[in-house]
Protein backbone atom coordinates (compact mmCIF):
# COMPACT_ATOMS: atom_id res chain seq x y z
CA UNK A 1 0.00 0.00 0.00
CA UNK A 2 1.56 3.15 -0.63
CA UNK A 3 1.74 5.51 2.02
CA UNK A 4 -0.89 7.89 0.75
CA UNK A 5 -3.69 5.61 -0.58
CA UNK A 6 -5.84 7.97 -2.55
CA UNK A 7 -5.18 9.35 -5.86
CA UNK A 8 -6.52 12.52 -7.63
CA UNK A 9 -9.32 10.60 -8.90
CA UNK A 10 -10.24 9.61 -5.25
CA UNK A 11 -10.08 13.09 -3.57
CA UNK A 12 -12.08 14.81 -6.89
CA UNK A 13 -14.87 11.88 -5.90
CA UNK A 14 -14.35 12.38 -2.03
CA UNK A 15 -15.32 16.47 -2.63
CA UNK A 16 -18.16 15.79 -4.51
CA UNK A 17 -19.19 13.26 -1.54
CA UNK A 18 -18.45 16.38 0.58
CA UNK A 19 -20.16 19.14 -0.74
CA UNK A 20 -23.34 16.85 -1.31
CA UNK A 21 -23.51 16.11 2.56
CA UNK A 22 -22.71 19.91 3.74
CA UNK A 23 -25.21 21.42 1.18
CA UNK A 24 -27.81 18.77 0.98
CA UNK A 25 -27.97 17.08 4.17
CA UNK A 26 -26.31 18.76 7.21
CA UNK A 27 -28.89 21.34 7.37
CA UNK A 28 -31.64 18.91 8.21
CA UNK A 29 -29.58 17.00 10.70
CA UNK A 30 -31.20 18.05 13.42
CA UNK A 31 -34.85 17.96 12.33
CA UNK A 32 -34.49 14.49 10.92
CA UNK A 33 -33.66 13.46 14.14
CA UNK A 34 -36.07 15.12 15.83
CA UNK A 35 -39.08 13.43 13.69
CA UNK A 36 -36.91 10.43 14.02
CA UNK A 37 -37.15 9.52 10.23
CA UNK A 38 -35.37 10.98 6.90
CA UNK A 39 -36.93 11.13 3.56
CA UNK A 40 -37.72 7.91 1.62
CA UNK A 41 -36.89 9.86 -1.10
CA UNK A 42 -32.74 9.73 -0.18
CA UNK A 43 -32.10 5.99 -0.53
CA UNK A 44 -33.33 7.49 -4.42
CA UNK A 45 -30.89 10.21 -3.99
CA UNK A 46 -27.70 8.09 -3.32
CA UNK A 47 -28.64 5.63 -5.94
CA UNK A 48 -28.82 8.67 -8.37
CA UNK A 49 -25.35 9.62 -7.51
CA UNK A 50 -23.97 5.89 -7.58
CA UNK A 51 -23.22 5.52 -4.24
CA UNK A 52 -24.82 2.09 -3.54
CA UNK A 53 -22.73 0.89 -6.28
CA UNK A 54 -19.48 2.02 -5.99
CA UNK A 55 -17.81 -1.49 -5.96
CA UNK A 56 -20.43 -3.14 -8.08
CA UNK A 57 -20.19 -4.32 -11.39
CA UNK A 58 -21.11 -1.68 -14.37
CA UNK A 59 -22.92 -4.67 -16.01
CA UNK A 60 -25.66 -4.53 -12.72
CA UNK A 61 -25.46 -0.49 -12.31
CA UNK A 62 -22.44 -0.14 -10.11
CA UNK A 63 -18.73 2.06 -10.69
CA UNK A 64 -17.12 -0.81 -10.87
CA UNK A 65 -14.08 1.31 -8.63
CA UNK A 66 -12.00 0.35 -5.60
CA UNK A 67 -12.13 -0.25 -2.17
CA UNK A 68 -10.73 3.30 -1.54
CA UNK A 69 -13.42 5.14 -3.05
CA UNK A 70 -15.56 3.55 -0.43
CA UNK A 71 -13.48 4.25 2.22
CA UNK A 72 -13.66 8.33 0.82
CA UNK A 73 -17.65 8.15 0.81
CA UNK A 74 -17.63 6.80 4.53
CA UNK A 75 -15.23 9.76 5.51
CA UNK A 76 -17.03 12.13 3.90
CA UNK A 77 -20.30 10.76 5.12
CA UNK A 78 -20.11 11.70 8.51
CA UNK A 79 -20.29 15.34 7.21
CA UNK A 80 -23.99 14.51 6.86
CA UNK A 81 -23.96 15.19 10.79
CA UNK A 82 -26.75 12.74 11.23
CA UNK A 83 -25.41 9.22 12.52
CA UNK A 84 -29.29 7.15 11.77
CA UNK A 85 -29.04 8.03 7.81
CA UNK A 86 -25.76 7.62 7.66
CA UNK A 87 -25.96 4.05 8.79
CA UNK A 88 -29.05 3.57 7.11
CA UNK A 89 -27.15 4.51 3.74
CA UNK A 90 -24.00 2.27 4.37
CA UNK A 91 -26.28 -0.80 5.71
CA UNK A 92 -28.17 -0.51 2.02
CA UNK A 93 -24.62 -0.34 -0.05
CA UNK A 94 -22.36 -1.49 2.18
CA UNK A 95 -23.99 -4.48 4.42
CA UNK A 96 -26.71 -5.61 2.68
CA UNK A 97 -25.77 -5.91 -1.05
CA UNK A 98 -22.00 -7.01 -0.77
CA UNK A 99 -23.34 -10.42 -0.07
CA UNK A 100 -26.25 -10.62 -2.77
CA UNK A 101 -23.42 -9.59 -5.54
CA UNK A 102 -21.09 -11.93 -4.23
CA UNK A 103 -23.34 -14.55 -4.19
CA UNK A 104 -26.16 -13.94 -6.56
CA UNK A 105 -27.54 -15.08 -9.42
CA UNK A 106 -28.14 -13.24 -12.64
CA UNK A 107 -31.56 -13.77 -12.32
CA UNK A 108 -31.02 -12.51 -8.71
CA UNK A 109 -29.25 -9.55 -9.38
CA UNK A 110 -31.31 -8.62 -12.01
CA UNK A 111 -34.66 -8.56 -9.71
CA UNK A 112 -32.68 -7.12 -6.32
CA UNK A 113 -29.29 -5.74 -6.96
CA UNK A 114 -30.10 -3.44 -9.94
CA UNK A 115 -32.81 -1.71 -8.21
CA UNK A 116 -31.14 -1.47 -4.97
CA UNK A 117 -28.34 0.15 -6.72
CA UNK A 118 -30.53 2.57 -8.17
CA UNK A 119 -31.59 2.93 -4.23
CA UNK A 120 -35.48 2.24 -5.52
CA UNK A 121 -35.46 -1.13 -3.72
CA UNK A 122 -34.54 -0.64 -0.27
CA UNK A 123 -32.71 -3.41 1.80
CA UNK A 124 -31.60 -4.68 5.00
CA UNK A 125 -29.49 -7.78 6.16
CA UNK A 126 -31.71 -9.50 8.81
CA UNK A 127 -29.05 -11.88 11.13
CA UNK A 128 -29.85 -10.89 14.56
CA UNK A 129 -33.01 -12.75 16.78
CA UNK A 130 -33.74 -11.53 19.92
CA UNK A 131 -32.11 -15.09 21.43
CA UNK A 132 -29.21 -14.56 18.92
CA UNK A 133 -26.79 -11.44 18.34
CA UNK A 134 -23.29 -12.31 18.91
CA UNK A 135 -23.99 -16.29 19.06
CA UNK A 136 -25.08 -15.89 15.66
CA UNK A 137 -25.37 -20.18 15.45
CA UNK A 138 -27.79 -19.75 17.72
CA UNK A 139 -30.66 -18.59 15.77
CA UNK A 140 -33.61 -20.01 15.26
CA UNK A 141 -36.01 -18.70 12.17
CA UNK A 142 -36.57 -21.39 10.03
CA UNK A 143 -36.95 -21.62 6.82
CA UNK A 144 -38.54 -25.17 5.53
CA UNK A 145 -39.15 -26.55 2.15
CA UNK A 146 -41.98 -27.28 0.86
CA UNK A 147 -42.27 -28.51 -2.81
CA UNK A 148 -40.63 -25.67 -4.97
CA UNK A 149 -40.82 -23.32 -1.97
CA UNK A 150 -39.33 -22.26 1.59
CA UNK A 151 -41.52 -21.47 4.44
CA UNK A 152 -40.10 -19.00 6.65
CA UNK A 153 -41.27 -18.73 10.94
CA UNK A 154 -39.30 -17.13 13.01
CA UNK A 155 -38.37 -13.09 14.09
CA UNK A 156 -35.54 -10.70 13.90
CA UNK A 157 -34.36 -8.31 16.07
CA UNK A 158 -32.62 -4.38 15.58
CA UNK A 159 -32.50 -4.45 11.75
CA UNK A 160 -31.56 -1.56 10.34
CA UNK A 161 -33.97 -0.08 7.71
CA UNK A 162 -36.17 -3.10 8.48
CA UNK A 163 -39.42 -0.85 8.66
CA UNK A 164 -38.94 0.36 5.24
CA UNK A 165 -37.56 -2.42 3.57
CA UNK A 166 -38.35 -3.68 0.27
CA UNK A 167 -36.32 -6.99 1.00
CA UNK A 168 -34.02 -8.49 3.45
CA UNK A 169 -30.90 -10.72 2.80
CA UNK A 170 -32.06 -13.09 5.59
CA UNK A 171 -30.35 -15.56 7.45
CA UNK A 172 -32.70 -18.66 7.92
CA UNK A 173 -31.97 -22.34 9.48
CA UNK A 174 -32.80 -24.77 6.71
CA UNK A 175 -31.32 -27.70 8.40
CA UNK A 176 -30.07 -29.18 11.55
CA UNK A 177 -28.90 -27.00 14.60
CA UNK A 178 -25.35 -24.97 14.55
CA UNK A 179 -23.89 -23.12 12.28
CA UNK A 180 -24.39 -25.82 9.38
CA UNK A 181 -27.93 -25.57 9.33
CA UNK A 182 -28.17 -21.99 8.39
CA UNK A 183 -28.49 -20.68 5.04
CA UNK A 184 -28.78 -17.03 3.35
CA UNK A 185 -31.61 -16.05 1.49
CA UNK A 186 -33.51 -13.01 -0.52
CA UNK A 187 -36.83 -12.27 1.54
CA UNK A 188 -39.66 -9.63 -0.57
CA UNK A 189 -41.11 -8.20 2.55
CA UNK A 190 -44.47 -8.20 0.57
CA UNK A 191 -44.96 -11.53 1.00
CA UNK A 192 -47.95 -12.74 3.18
CA UNK A 193 -47.15 -13.52 7.00
CA UNK A 194 -44.08 -10.97 7.11
CA UNK A 195 -44.79 -8.05 9.67
CA UNK A 196 -42.89 -5.16 10.89
CA UNK A 197 -44.13 -5.78 14.66
CA UNK A 198 -42.41 -2.41 16.01
CA UNK A 199 -39.97 0.02 15.70
CA UNK A 200 -37.35 -0.07 18.20
CA UNK A 201 -36.58 3.25 20.30
CA UNK A 202 -33.47 3.60 20.65
CA UNK A 203 -30.79 5.81 22.90
CA UNK A 204 -29.30 7.27 19.75
CA UNK A 205 -29.54 7.37 15.85
CA UNK A 206 -33.18 8.08 16.30
CA UNK A 207 -33.41 9.30 12.53
CA UNK A 208 -32.61 5.77 11.08
CA UNK A 209 -35.12 2.69 11.46
CA UNK A 210 -34.75 -0.46 13.60
CA UNK A 211 -36.70 -3.18 13.63
CA UNK A 212 -38.21 -6.48 14.74
CA UNK A 213 -39.58 -8.41 12.04
CA UNK A 214 -42.15 -11.21 12.64
CA UNK A 215 -42.69 -14.07 9.84
CA UNK A 216 -45.81 -16.40 10.33
CA UNK A 217 -45.41 -19.02 7.66
CA UNK A 218 -44.20 -16.92 4.79
CA UNK A 219 -43.40 -18.48 1.18
CA UNK A 220 -40.95 -17.50 -1.00
CA UNK A 221 -39.39 -19.57 -4.06
CA UNK A 222 -36.57 -21.39 -2.87
CA UNK A 223 -34.91 -19.81 -6.05
CA UNK A 224 -34.36 -16.82 -3.70
CA UNK A 225 -31.46 -19.22 -1.74
CA UNK A 226 -28.45 -17.28 -2.23
CA UNK A 227 -25.79 -18.93 -2.38
CA UNK A 228 -25.13 -22.78 -1.39
CA UNK A 229 -27.37 -24.13 1.16
CA UNK A 230 -25.96 -24.68 4.15
CA UNK A 231 -23.45 -22.19 3.81
CA UNK A 232 -25.47 -19.37 5.17
CA UNK A 233 -23.45 -19.16 8.41
CA UNK A 234 -19.80 -18.51 6.83
CA UNK A 235 -21.41 -16.37 4.40
CA UNK A 236 -22.39 -14.05 7.07
CA UNK A 237 -18.66 -13.99 8.91
CA UNK A 238 -17.72 -12.93 5.32
CA UNK A 239 -20.03 -10.12 5.07
CA UNK A 240 -18.98 -9.07 8.73
CA UNK A 241 -15.28 -8.20 7.55
CA UNK A 242 -16.87 -5.34 5.39
CA UNK A 243 -19.42 -4.19 7.69
CA UNK A 244 -16.69 -3.98 10.90
CA UNK A 245 -14.33 -2.50 8.26
CA UNK A 246 -17.16 -0.01 7.39
CA UNK A 247 -17.76 0.61 10.96
CA UNK A 248 -14.26 1.21 11.93
CA UNK A 249 -13.77 3.65 8.95
CA UNK A 250 -16.86 5.41 10.26
CA UNK A 251 -15.30 5.46 14.10
CA UNK A 252 -12.35 7.29 12.91
CA UNK A 253 -13.87 9.88 10.02
CA UNK A 254 -16.19 10.58 13.44
CA UNK A 255 -13.84 11.53 15.57
CA UNK A 256 -11.75 13.46 13.69
CA UNK A 257 -14.82 15.92 12.90
CA UNK A 258 -15.32 15.90 16.74
CA UNK A 259 -11.91 17.31 17.51
CA UNK A 260 -11.57 19.33 14.80
CA UNK A 261 -15.49 20.83 15.50
CA UNK A 262 -13.62 21.01 19.43
CA UNK A 263 -10.54 22.71 18.45
CA UNK A 264 -12.35 25.35 16.64
CA UNK A 265 -14.66 26.23 19.77
CA UNK A 266 -11.98 26.05 22.21
CA UNK A 267 -10.31 28.87 20.22
CA UNK A 268 -13.81 31.05 20.09
CA UNK A 269 -15.16 30.43 23.76
CA UNK A 270 -13.45 32.52 26.56
CA UNK A 271 -13.40 31.51 29.90
CA UNK A 272 -11.26 33.19 32.92
CA UNK A 273 -10.33 35.82 30.18
CA UNK A 274 -8.40 33.42 27.66
CA UNK A 275 -9.80 30.80 24.69
CA UNK A 276 -10.45 27.57 26.46
CA UNK A 277 -7.75 26.45 24.01
CA UNK A 278 -4.84 28.41 26.15
CA UNK A 279 -5.50 26.27 29.09
CA UNK A 280 -2.86 23.53 28.46
CA UNK A 281 -5.33 20.81 30.03
CA UNK A 282 -7.41 20.54 26.81
CA UNK A 283 -4.78 21.12 24.71
CA UNK A 284 -2.32 18.16 26.32
CA UNK A 285 -5.59 16.13 25.84
CA UNK A 286 -6.52 16.93 22.65
CA UNK A 287 -3.08 16.20 21.42
CA UNK A 288 -3.54 12.79 22.94
CA UNK A 289 -6.82 12.10 21.26
CA UNK A 290 -5.26 13.39 17.50
CA UNK A 291 -2.49 10.90 18.04
CA UNK A 292 -4.65 7.97 19.18
CA UNK A 293 -7.12 8.91 16.58
CA UNK A 294 -3.94 8.85 13.65
CA UNK A 295 -3.10 5.24 14.89
CA UNK A 296 -6.69 4.19 14.37
CA UNK A 297 -6.74 5.93 11.41
CA UNK A 298 -3.47 3.73 10.15
CA UNK A 299 -4.67 0.57 11.44
CA UNK A 300 -7.53 0.79 9.59
CA UNK A 301 -5.97 1.96 6.66
CA UNK A 302 -3.91 -1.20 6.65
CA UNK A 303 -6.90 -3.20 7.14
CA UNK A 304 -8.61 -1.38 4.38
CA UNK A 305 -5.73 -2.03 1.97
CA UNK A 306 -5.92 -5.73 2.76
CA UNK A 307 -9.44 -5.81 1.87
CA UNK A 308 -9.03 -4.61 -1.03
CA UNK A 309 -6.75 -6.79 -2.17
CA UNK A 310 -9.00 -9.68 -1.22
CA UNK A 311 -6.41 -10.49 1.23
CA UNK A 312 -7.71 -12.41 4.95
CA UNK A 313 -7.66 -10.07 7.06
CA UNK A 314 -9.85 -10.71 10.09
CA UNK A 315 -7.15 -9.98 12.42
CA UNK A 316 -6.68 -6.50 10.89
CA UNK A 317 -10.63 -5.52 10.64
CA UNK A 318 -11.39 -7.20 14.03
CA UNK A 319 -8.65 -5.06 15.57
CA UNK A 320 -9.56 -2.01 13.56
CA UNK A 321 -12.96 -2.04 14.72
CA UNK A 322 -12.16 -2.47 18.53
CA UNK A 323 -9.89 0.13 18.26
CA UNK A 324 -11.66 2.64 16.52
CA UNK A 325 -14.88 1.79 18.03
CA UNK A 326 -13.68 2.01 21.94
CA UNK A 327 -11.79 5.27 21.44
CA UNK A 328 -14.64 7.35 19.90
CA UNK A 329 -16.50 6.52 23.23
CA UNK A 330 -13.41 8.39 25.09
CA UNK A 331 -13.21 10.81 21.88
CA UNK A 332 -16.62 11.60 22.32
CA UNK A 333 -16.58 12.23 25.96
CA UNK A 334 -13.89 14.80 26.50
CA UNK A 335 -15.09 16.66 23.42
CA UNK A 336 -18.47 16.85 24.89
CA UNK A 337 -16.43 17.76 28.17
CA UNK A 338 -15.16 20.94 26.41
CA UNK A 339 -17.75 22.24 25.13
CA UNK A 340 -19.40 22.69 28.57
CA UNK A 341 -22.90 23.18 28.71
CA UNK A 342 -23.43 23.37 25.47
CA UNK A 343 -22.14 20.10 24.90
CA UNK A 344 -25.64 18.83 26.63
CA UNK A 345 -28.29 20.68 24.24
CA UNK A 346 -28.90 18.51 21.20
CA UNK A 347 -28.62 21.40 18.96
CA UNK A 348 -24.69 21.12 19.16
CA UNK A 349 -23.47 18.31 17.09
CA UNK A 350 -21.08 16.90 19.60
CA UNK A 351 -24.00 16.32 22.27
CA UNK A 352 -25.71 13.80 19.25
CA UNK A 353 -22.97 12.38 18.03
CA UNK A 354 -21.83 11.40 21.60
CA UNK A 355 -25.68 9.97 22.05
CA UNK A 356 -25.02 8.38 18.46
CA UNK A 357 -21.61 6.57 18.42
CA UNK A 358 -22.13 4.53 21.71
CA UNK A 359 -24.02 2.07 19.25
CA UNK A 360 -20.42 1.40 17.83
CA UNK A 361 -19.04 -0.77 20.50
CA UNK A 362 -22.03 -3.33 19.90
CA UNK A 363 -23.63 -2.97 16.53
CA UNK A 364 -22.05 -5.74 13.64
CA UNK A 365 -20.22 -7.33 16.42
CA UNK A 366 -19.31 -6.30 20.19
CA UNK A 367 -16.16 -4.85 21.21
CA UNK A 368 -15.58 -8.25 23.74
CA UNK A 369 -16.38 -10.02 20.33
CA UNK A 370 -13.66 -8.86 18.74
CA UNK A 371 -11.78 -9.63 21.56
CA UNK A 372 -12.83 -13.10 21.39
CA UNK A 373 -11.64 -12.86 17.51
CA UNK A 374 -7.88 -11.61 17.98
CA UNK A 375 -7.32 -13.76 20.83
CA UNK A 376 -8.34 -17.03 18.89
CA UNK A 377 -6.16 -15.52 15.98
CA UNK A 378 -3.19 -15.16 18.08
CA UNK A 379 -3.62 -18.72 19.04
CA UNK A 380 -5.17 -18.31 22.79
C1 LIG B 1 -28.16 0.27 16.33
C2 LIG B 1 -28.09 -1.17 16.00
C3 LIG B 1 -28.27 -1.60 14.71
C4 LIG B 1 -28.24 -2.96 14.40
N1 LIG B 1 -28.48 -3.35 13.10
C5 LIG B 1 -28.53 -4.68 12.82
C6 LIG B 1 -28.88 -5.12 11.49
O1 LIG B 1 -29.11 -4.30 10.58
N2 LIG B 1 -28.97 -6.45 11.26
C7 LIG B 1 -28.72 -7.38 12.21
O2 LIG B 1 -28.80 -8.57 11.93
N3 LIG B 1 -28.40 -6.99 13.50
C8 LIG B 1 -28.29 -5.68 13.81
N4 LIG B 1 -27.98 -5.27 15.08
C9 LIG B 1 -27.76 -6.28 16.12
C10 LIG B 1 -26.33 -6.38 16.60
O3 LIG B 1 -25.52 -6.97 15.62
C11 LIG B 1 -26.33 -7.15 17.94
O4 LIG B 1 -27.01 -6.34 18.88
C12 LIG B 1 -24.93 -7.44 18.41
O5 LIG B 1 -24.32 -8.40 17.58
C13 LIG B 1 -24.91 -7.97 19.86
O6 LIG B 1 -25.80 -9.02 20.03
P1 LIG B 1 -26.85 -9.02 21.26
O7 LIG B 1 -27.53 -7.70 21.24
O8 LIG B 1 -27.66 -10.22 21.17
O9 LIG B 1 -25.94 -9.06 22.55
P2 LIG B 1 -25.47 -10.40 23.30
O10 LIG B 1 -24.88 -11.33 22.31
O11 LIG B 1 -26.58 -10.87 24.16
O12 LIG B 1 -24.32 -9.83 24.23
C14 LIG B 1 -24.57 -9.17 25.44
C15 LIG B 1 -23.21 -8.83 26.08
O13 LIG B 1 -22.49 -10.05 26.29
C16 LIG B 1 -21.25 -9.99 25.64
N5 LIG B 1 -20.88 -11.29 25.12
C17 LIG B 1 -21.58 -12.11 24.31
N6 LIG B 1 -20.87 -13.19 23.98
C18 LIG B 1 -19.66 -13.05 24.59
C19 LIG B 1 -18.46 -13.83 24.64
N7 LIG B 1 -18.35 -14.96 23.94
N8 LIG B 1 -17.42 -13.36 25.38
C20 LIG B 1 -17.51 -12.21 26.07
N9 LIG B 1 -18.62 -11.43 26.07
C21 LIG B 1 -19.68 -11.83 25.32
C22 LIG B 1 -21.45 -8.99 24.52
O14 LIG B 1 -20.21 -8.44 24.08
C23 LIG B 1 -22.35 -7.97 25.18
O15 LIG B 1 -21.59 -7.07 25.92
C24 LIG B 1 -27.99 -3.91 15.42
C25 LIG B 1 -27.79 -3.48 16.73
C26 LIG B 1 -27.84 -2.14 17.03
C27 LIG B 1 -27.65 -1.69 18.45
Redesign the pocket.
Known sequence: MALEPFTGEHQAFRRTVREFCERELAPHAREWDEREEFPRELFRRFGELGYFGIRQDPAWGGSGLDFWYVVAYVEELARCRNSGLA?AML?QGE?ALPALADLGTDAQKREFLAPAIRGEKIA?????EPD????VAALRTVARRDGGDLVVSGS???????ARADFLVLAARTGGPGHEGISLLLFPTDVAGFQVSRKLA?VG?PS?D?AVLYFDECRVPARLLLGEEGQGFGYVMTNFQGERLVAAVEAVAAMQLLVDDALRYASERRAFGRPLAAFQAWRHRMAEHLTAIEAARWLTYRACDLHDRRQVAVREISMAKLFACDLAQEVAYDCMQLHGGMGYVLETDVARAWRDLR?MT????????M??IISKQAGM
Open positions: MVIALAVSAGSDKMWITNGKNSTAIAGGTSEIKE
